[in-house]
Each structure stands twice: as C-alpha cells, then as structure tokens.
C-alpha cells in the first residue's frame, strides 16, 4: 500500500493494512456505502476509537483503500504486459469499453459517496494512467 509502504513495519502500520484488507473484503459482500465503522471495528476486534486511531477519518480510509486497489490493479497490468508479447494482439475491444465504463462508474460513485464531486477531477488521471500505461506499453 502506497501510503504505508515508506513506513517501517510496525504495529501501527500492520493494523492499519489489516484495516485496508478488511475494507476490501466486506466490499466485496457489501456496498462499500453501507460498511459502517461500527461493523469494520467490530471484525477487527477493535473499539471504534482503537480504529479511528490508526485510520483518522473514514474519508481517510477509504482514500487508502483507493491507493491499495491502484497499486495492486498496476501491479497486475505490470505483470500481464510484462509477461505478454504483444498485449494490444489480444485486446477485446467490446471488453475494454464495458471496462472503460466500469472505471468511470468507480470514479462517480466514490465522489457521490463522499459528496466531493472534485475528486473525479484528482483521481481521473491516476485511473486512466493504469490503461494507457497497460494499453500504450504494446505501441
């Protein structure tokens, strides 16, 4: 994790990945909207305030879940593109523009979630960078 990973391990930092792994998994049951603090303390075995302390806001632990997905989604392209020859030879067309429509949706939702519609403007180039990057690479 981007925000973490210059940090020494340390308890703090292991918890506060632990948070970030947690998130994930319950996002992936649940709306990621309806995962209450209460519930995400509650399967870490933690107080709400225990929690809050080594992720200081909601926003703030959400923006590193963010960071997470990003780094783990490029790792992954990094790989394929790496270990593939030509990745524009295999690229679906109709299977890049249902993804191309599902990043915009995960960029709107976040931003309507938060009530920061700015942050489709911040995180937009970040996002497309992770195609062009894996796309552009086989030019």
């Not at 080594?54 to 963010?66: D, G, R, S, Y």
């Not at 599902?102 to 996002?127: E, F, H």
């Amino acid at each position: 994790m981007m925000v973490y990973a210059n940090c020494p391990s340390s308890p703090a930092a292991e918890r506060r990945a632990a948070t970030v792994a947690t998130v994930v998994s319950l996002a992936a049951t649940h709306n990621p909207s309806e995962i209450m603090t209460t519930a995400l303390a509650r399967q870490l075995r933690l107080t709400q305030g225990a929690l809050f302390k080594h992720v200081p806001t909601k926003v703030a632990l959400f923006e590193a879940v963010m960071e997470w997905v990003a780094e783990t989604l490029m790792a992954r392209v990094d790989k394929a593109v790496h270990g593939a020859s030509l990745p524009m030879a295999s690229l679906d067309a109709s299977a890049a523009a249902l993804r191309f429509s599902g990043t915009i949706q995960g960029l709107v939702m976040p931003s309507l979630q938060l009530g920061d519609s700015a942050r489709i403007t911040r995180d937009a180039p970040l996002v497309f960078a992770i195609d062009r990057r894996a796309i552009g690479s086989a030019a």
